[in-house]
Structures are given as structure tokens and as C-alpha cells.
């Protein structure tokens, strides 16, 4: 449908979210006339989310902002098995445990989108383990797994992709769907949710769901999937070289989450600007027609936008500032990145190779030592050419630091204590 009459569906549109949905009219119709209850889940996988997520939070940001209602599904139960779906091997079991430290962190990354509460129009955050963990195996199955075809099953691309390339596909994971569908029911009959949302590799899934719904609770449910996003060059959404873009501000710095928005091709600044800021579609349009170098300045903007709603305003401000002093400078500036190294361990005297997989710029001394021959590292603000070089008290800055760089667009200050 190319003229949605919501406003919600009308956002999502213009703004590029939607991949498919299972009925453009119906859902159009049903957000035009109703507040509508609507979902997406949440692995605990990690102690955070990463910014690959970030397309789907700001679904629930866009859904609340338009009047309608958003759950964020909290997969405690779902997450003792794990999701299987174009995944080349089952995911690690996590311990009850695990789960919990995960879900407690998570929680923490939808407060800067969600307004929650008890209203009508409030977010609300549900765990599925409250229904999942209470499962009676027998009963389930009479209930609920009559209504799957295993035929069916086996023919979606999730889990056909896994035994084309005869990898094994354990029973424990073949579940995952039938309680993903599952899910959906229960939110439905305590919620009345009526949408659930998600990427495009959902699909299979929430298409269960809606005929789970159908087949015991007579319901009309919808679905509503995403582009699955990568970069231009065909990078991963959230991924870097040195590991995934966190959303805590304790696994990953506001710097390092600025820069890593800063550093977006060209080529997806406009999409970038849509999808992942509240900015209104006039100034993106102007932001996307810059050309040039100052496609730059709108790349600091989307950095910026994006990191205030996560952050807050000021810690992006600082982020940015912090940029332009290294950058267009080329001063140390103390909001840098910074880890701390004993007084003692400096005053002895600390191999090169060990501070830079010590500040993280590096996995391994191999890794670091084949940086160093490349020319990729620095060493305040200087090459470094020596891989048996030992860093002493005789390095620190007027700051009392030490500098450490890898490329041009990433800094670590190494602090004795």
C-alpha cells in the first residue's frame, strides 16, 4: 500500500521500517480506529542490547509516540533455549541465572524511548517466563502443538537453511517457534495485542502466531516485519571489528557509540537519519542532499541525534566536542576513553604490545604486533614502529596519561593509579 491513512503505519513507511506486513488494509484500518497493543521480544542473550536492536526499540518509540500502546516481551523463558533461526549452531545454553543478570541490563536500555507505567497509553514491559516456566509438557501439547504441522515447520527458510547445510537442529531448538507463537496467544488473551513486530528473519514465526491465535482463540493478529539492515558495504548493523555496539553505557563509552554513528558511509547517512533519530523529514531531506565534505557535518548530526536519545543531550554534546578537540585540533582531550594501569606496572616499565590489549585495542600481542607493522598505531599522537617497545613514567603527557591510538578514529588514555 503506498498511502497508509495511520499515523503510525504512515511513519513507519516514510521512515523505511516496513519489509511486510500480513495485511496492509486491515492493519492500516485497525490502527486508524483503535489504540492498539503491539510487541516485540527480547532475547536475554547479553547483559545488553547492541545498536543492531536499536531498529526495533525505535519501532515501540514511533508505536507509543502515535498513541498506540508498545510491550516490550522480555524472553526469560524463551532465552533458556534460544533462537535458532538462521543461526549455523545452537546458541549456548544460559544458566537461570544468566538470564536474569541479562534481562536486569536490558530493562536498562528501553527507559530513554519508552514512557512506562500503568496507563493506557503507557509501555509495558512483560517477561514470558511468567507463562512459559508454568507449562504443563502433556498439556501444552494436546493444547497448542495439535495445531503445528511438522511438515510446515521444516519447509520455513529458518530452519531448512540449517538442514540443507546438514547442520544439526536439536529438538530443544525446533520449539522455539511453537513458543514464540505461544507467546503471542498470552499476550493476546491478557493484553489484547494484537501486532506483533520484528525483523524480516521473524517472519516464520510470527506468521505462527497469527494462526495460533486463529486456531484457538478465533483472533485476527497481525504481523509487521522490518528490513533485516546492513551497511552499504554490507557490514552487520551493531558489529565492528573490535566487537559489538552496546547500548550500556558501562560495556561500551558514549564516545566510542558516537563515533561508531560518526563513522556511517555516505551512502546510508539519509537512511541512517530516518530509522534511528525522531528528526522531522524536511531536515533529513536537506541532511541527505548534502554532497561533498559536507556530507561530514550531517554524519556529526546523526551521531549526535542518535546518542542524545540514548544517552541524553549533554552526553552527546560532550561526545561531539570531545571529537572535534582530537580531531580538527589534535589535542588530548580528557572525556577520552580511559582505563586505568597500576603506578607501579609503569614505573616498571610495560611492553607495548601488552598496553594496547590491556586499553582493548587490540585481542591478542599478535593482533597488536600485526597493527604495529602495519603503521596502525600510535602512541601519543606518534607511530609506532618498535613491537619490543616498553612504555615508562617518561611517557605521560602534561595530563599524566599516556595516548593510545589505532588508526585515525580510535583513542584509549592509558591512567597510572
Not at 545498536?51 to 507509543?64: N, R, T
Amino acid at each position: 500500500m503506498s498511502a497508509f491513512k495511520s499515523d503510525f503505519l504512515r511513519t513507519m513507511s516514510e521512515r523505511g521500517f516496513i519489509h511486510q506486513t500480513s495485511d496492509d488494509a486491515g492493519l492500516d484500518r485497525l490502527f486508524a480506529t483503535e489504540t492498539v497493543t503491539a510487541y516485540i521480544g527480547f532475547d536475554a542473550t547479553a547483559r545488553s542490547l547492541h545498536a543492531g536492536s536499536l531498529i526495533q526499540i525505535m519501532m515501540l518509540h514511533w508505536l507509543q509516540q502515535t498513541g498506540h500502546r508498545p510491550i516490550a516481551l522480555m524472553g526469560g523463558g524463551t532465552s533458556m533455549i534460544g533462537d535458532p533461526s538462521f543461526k549455523d549452531e545452537a546458541r549456548k545454553l544460559l544458566t537461570p541465572a544468566d538470564i536474569e543478570d541479562n534481562l536486569a541490563g536490558i530493562r536498562r536500555n528501553f527507559a530513554p524511548y519508552l514512557n512506562f507505567g500503568e496507563g493506557p497509553g503507557d509501555a509495558m514491559m512483560v517477561n514470558n517466563a511468567d507463562w512459559l516456566m508454568e507449562i504443563n509438557y502433556v498439556n501444552f501439547l494436546r493444547d497448542v502443538g495439535r495445531h503445528f504441522s511438522v511438515n510446515r515447520m521444516l519447509a520455513f527458510d529458518s530452519v531448512k537453511m540449517r538442514l540443507d547445510r546438514e547442520q544439526s537442529l536439536s529438538f530443544l531448538e525446533f520449539n522455539y517457534m511453537i513458543l514464540q507463537a505461544y507467546d503471542f496467544v498470552e499476550l493476546y488473551k491478557r493484553f489484547g495485542c494484537r501486532l506483533q513486530m520484528g525483523g524480516s528473519d521473524q517472519w516464520g514465526n510470527i506468521v505462527n502466531g497469527i494462526d495460533l491465535g486463529r486456531r484457538m482463540e478465533n483472533a485476527s493478529l497481525f504481523a509487521l516485519t522490518t528490513p533485516l539492515l546492513t551497511t552499504s558495504s554490507g557490514a552487520k548493523m551493531g558489529k565492528t571489528a573490535s566487537g559489538a555496539v552496546w547500548l550500556d553505557p558501562e560495556m561500551l563509552s558514549v564516545y566510542d557509540f558516537w563515533q561508531y554513528w560518526r563513522n556511517t558511509e555516505d551512502a546510508d547517512v539519509g537512511r541512517f537519519l530516518k530509522l534511528y533519530t525522531t528528526l522531522p523529514m524536511d531536515e533529513i531531506a536537506r541532511l541527505e542532499a548534502l554532497g561533498g565534505s559536507e556530507i561530514n557535518d550531517a554524519k556529526k548530526i546523526l551521531a549526535t541525534e542518535i546518542t542524545a536519545l540514548l544517552h541524553g543531550r549533554a552526553a552527546a554534546e560532550q561526545a561531539s566536542e570531545t571529537a572535534r578537540k582530537t580531531f580538527e585540533e589534535g589535542v588530548t582531550a580528557d572525556t577520552l576513553p580511559t582505563v586505568e594501569i597500576g603506578r607501579d606496572t609503569l614505573e616498571a616499565g610495560i611492553g607495548i604490545l601488552s598496553l594496547f590489549v590491556t586499553a582493548g585495542l587490540a585481542a591478542s600481542n599478535g593482533e597488536a604486533r600485526r597493527h604495529i607493522q602495519g603503521g596502525a598505531m600510535r602512541l601519543n599522537d606518534q607511530p609506532v614502529a618498535d613491537e619490543r617497545r616498553m612504555v615508562t613514567p617518561a611517557d605521560l603527557t602534561a595530563d599524566g596519561v599516556v595516548k593510545l591510538s589505532l588508526g585515525k578514529k580510535k583513542h584509549i588514555l592509558v591512567r597510572p593509579v
